[in-house]
């Protein structure tokens, strides 16, 4: 497929997905972000709209910013990530094995500010805002384009705190665990600390 027919088939996803997105509903708590009824597989809305050429356009063509990838000791990865729309709204997408899903959108900004937003709501209700849920333990690996190390370090604190997972970040650094009286913010610090140089 030629650059030029590539860039016309991102033109008609991208604008199904302003379409899609116009239909999110907006819920008070989690303003100024916007949800859909549940999540949406992002390749249904490519088929939809490219027909046979779906199976020739890349999902991953359209992501505009990796915003934190996770990966387990097992080979299981999960990311969440954004797509610049047109209108310059963010949609944000988590994937993980072949599955890609539209969470959310965010404000029209050129900042972070929505990104942060969708983060720390992800983070307090272990995803059940966006219709996930948080599985496993603490990753082995962590990647995010959030450079302010202190908001990833509540963002897990909270996100491991929901989701009931303080055990795995314990186990992940036993050989540098402290004896009692830290808390876990300290634990997850630590942890973090590994997961960011792997």
């Given at each position: ?27 008070e ?26 199976r ?6 359209l992501?505009?910013r990796?915003?934190?990838q ?68 603490a990753?082995?690996?962590v990647?995010?384009s959030?450079t ?13 705190e ?37």
């Amino acid at each position: 497929m030629t650059t030029f027919n590539q860039r016309l088939l991102t033109v008609r996803v991208l604008e199904r997905l302003e379409r899609r997105v116009k239909q999110f509903r907006r819920r008070e708590e989690l303003w100024p972000i916007r949800v859909p009824a549940e999540p949406i597989a992002l390749n249904e809305v490519i088929e939809e709209v490219l027909g046979e050429d779906s199976r020739r356009f890349d999902p991953a063509s359209l992501r505009n910013r990796t915003l934190l990838q996770l990966e387990w000791t097992d080979g299981a990865r999960w990311e969440v990530w954004a797509i610049a729309l047109p209108s310059k709204t963010k949609l944000y997408c988590d994937s993980g094995g072949e599955e890609i899903r539209l969470l959310a959108s965010g404000g029209r900004n050129e900042g972070d500010e929505s990104d942060r937003v969708f983060l720390h709501t992800l983070a307090e209700t272990a995803g059940e805002a966006y219709g996930i849920e948080s599985a496993g333990g603490a990753p082995a690996r962590v990647r995010s384009s959030v450079t302010d190390r202190a908001f990833l370090v509540e963002f897990f604190v909270n996100l491991f705190e929901v989701a009931g997972a303080e055990a795995s970040v314990r186990a992940a650094i036993a050989t540098q665990a402290r004896d009692g009286g830290h808390d876990f913010q300290q634990d997850v610090e630590e942890w973090l600390k590994v997961a960011l140089q792997r």
